[in-house]
């Protein structure tokens, strides 16, 4: 009873950094939810190593949540530059759970941002197994990794595919954002840049004019630039599926009470 009440307690806390996790500035209070439930169930993991007995090893179910929390807290150092912190806690969740593609990949993107890059492709490459299948959050993690270890080409197709199967696109958005910054110096890109630097001035300003619902204003402002990101990266005005239905759905939450997409804040 005492562990499946510390899972559901860590569960909400873990849920409620997620999204605070992907709101511009809610990084801090994101780390801090997150921080509890590691330490709930860290807490509880020690208790019942210290019985000492077989049989009261830390529930499968646990363990895969304190490693989701790890990843978490991981890649929240990540965002704000404190790599080494962010690949410690990698390195955790990948002794609980060694094949997790989560940790691995964002051990690797660590790796790789603190200038081991040879490590970090070596076991990136060691994923890609013929036949092998990615979903898409295991294909967001390995595109951001693939980024940091200066494979474009591999990031950009692994985060295309998730978003082509209804993954979010911030993580696509910034990638392309990066692959356009390294060819400033060319004419035909600018365009591009531009556009690009505007969709991160959205998403800020999406927090900021509507204080009551900032993840709304969030989402909507980058329903707003797909269009134009889907324009870029495929050449067509067509959006995939997924797509539409969200524009759809966050449209219809927009005109049910928060006004315009950029109206003023309730």
């Known amino acids: 009873m005492v ?12 849920e409620q950094a997620e999204i ?15 921080e509890q439930a590691i330490s709930k169930l860290a807490s509880e993991k020690e208790a019942l ?11 499968p179910a646990d363990t895969a949540l304190l490693s989701r929390a790890l990843c978490l807290c991981a ?5 704000v530059g404190r790599t080494q912190q962010g690949q410690g806690l990698y390195a955790r969740a990948k002794l ?7 940790a691995i990949a964002g051990y690797a993107q660590a790796q790789a941002t603190l200038g081991l890059v040879q490590q970090a492709r070596d076991a990136l490459v060691e994923q890609e197994k013929p ?3 990615f979903n898409v959050t295991d294909s967001i ?10 494979d474009d080409d591999k990031a950009l197709a692994f985060l295309k595919s998730a978003w082509s199967r209804g993954g979010d696109s911030y993580e696509l958005g910034m990638a392309h954002l990066k692959t356009y910054l390294k060819k400033r110096s060319s004419s035909a890109c600018n365009d591009a840049v531009d556009g690009y630097k505007n969709m991160i001035s ?6 900021r004019l509507n204080r009551k619902d900032p993840q709304a204003r969030y989402k909507m402002a980058l329903l707003q630039e797909e269009p134009y990101r889907h324009k870029l990266l495929y050449q067509s005005t067509t959006l995939p599926e997924p797509m539409l239905n969200a524009q759809e759905q966050l449209s219809n939450v927009m005109l049910s009470g928060l006004g315009g997409p950029f109206g003023k804040a309730l």
Do not use: C, N
Request: hydrophobic residues 35%; negative net charge; charged residues 25%.
């Open 20 to 34: 605070y996790g992907v709101q511009p500035g809610g990084q801090k209070p994101s780390l801090k939810k997150v």
């Open 75 to 79: 890649d929240l150092h990540l965002q």
């Open 3 to 14: 562990a499946s009440l510390a899972h559901s307690e860590a569960l909400g806390l873990i």
């Open 141 to 150: 993690y390995l595109g951001k990794a693939w980024m940091a270890a200066g």
């Open 202 to 207: 959205s998403f800020k300003d999406s927090a």
């Open 49 to 59: 190593q210290a019985e000492g007995e077989e049989e009261k090893q830390m529930a």
């Open 131 to 133: 036949g092998k299948t």
């Open 96 to 102: 609980l759970e060694p094949d997790s593609l989560r």
